[in-house]
């Protein structure tokens, strides 16, 4: 690995930027090039081009526009519904890192939390203010950064080594925003398999939750896991988190990622720099923040797994056989995900457990402005509130 690190790409670890973000918030580990070098894939073509397998969707990017006034209310909505859940469920996070690691981190071995690019983002942010407030009964020396993990091409190991190459002696935690099937958690399972064998000089700073049936524990941290799959979770439910509503205007005004091949360097971004009047990252953490500063509940433990229980695969697998699905990329569970589908993908139809639910309006909401088929399935989708089914552009490869 490390001859990559003589790329003429690589910067020194200090010299990344923070998207839109505070630089003690976090440090991004992408190459930002400029918007103008990508090519500006729209929806329809770029869903053929990855069904049909010519193109990866990491090839390529649709490049968002600012939100929509409804799009916009909507978040606002969900940031009033939502504030003091995600501040709650930060704080637990955050004591219950510090109940673990208190012992072995110091200002000389922090924590480092490794964001998973983007909608780790956030999460990640309000985590890093958490673990820094001196006032909270869970201050823990603290790093954050955030890299790239892109869906069959794994996690940017050249920005993962560029962290260890800093911090020899730190424990590393992945944070993400929330799980849907579980997919990233197995795409970050496969590329920390290099670091697994025990004689690994990075062993330890990744696998330090220790093995169970000579699998170590990938230490993946979400707000939400429906899926069933992380190490530490505020809750399993699938809940309206505001940072899921929106895209770049809530994670730093950065795209989403795309491939490097590891000896060009990091993955690469786009920063949206003609969007800066619709940011809401700093006001979203800020929000948070305070609130998770007043609260006057004392935070809760929570329980930590040592192994994934995929507490969804059969839901996922039954829905593909119901639906004639043969590539389970085409189903986005969750109401983050199915809504992100709406905005991104082109999709042929959602299902709700149930039709009324308030953190399913936005959803309902699009569905009824682009005319897309609503099915309501009921309990048999718990603990999902929705999932998107993608169009089929061509034969599943």
Known sequence: MNNHMTSPNIQKIHE???????ASDVTVLLDIVNKDAIADVPVGQKEALIQ????????MLTLEDAPTAMHEQLYVQALEQGTNRTATDTANLAYTLHQIFHQQVDDKRPLILVSLVRA??????????ALADADSSYALPSVHY?????????LDLVALQLILNAYPDSPLIFVDGWTGKGAIYQELARSLD????????NFTNIFHQGTLDNTAVIPLLTLADPAGVAWLAASEEDWLIPSGLLNSTVSGLISRSLYTEPQSGLHRSVFYDNLVEADHSLAFVNHIDTTRRALSTPPQYLATFKQPRYQTADLINKLADDYKITNH??????????????LRRDPECILLATAEHPDTILLRHLCGERDINVT???????????????????TDS
């Not at 955030?146 to 794994?154: A, N, T």
């Not at 189903?331 to 199915?338: F, Q, S």
């Open 52 to 59: 049909s397998g010519q193109r990866h969707y990491s090839d």
């Open 376 to 394: 309501v399935l009921g309990a048999k989708i718990l603990p999902y509130q929705a999932i998107t089914l993608i169009k089929q552009r061509t």
């Open 146 to 154: 955030g890299i790239s993990i892109i869906r069959d091409r794994g």
């Open 329 to 342: 990329n085409r189903i986005k569970p969750t109401i983050a995900e199915a809504t992100r589908a709406i």
């Open 194 to 201: 290099a670091f697994s064998n025990p004689t690994h000089p």
């Open 16 to 22: 990344y930027g923070s998207g839109s973000y505070l």
């Open 120 to 129: 780790g983002l956030p999460i990640g942010v309000l985590l890093q203010r």
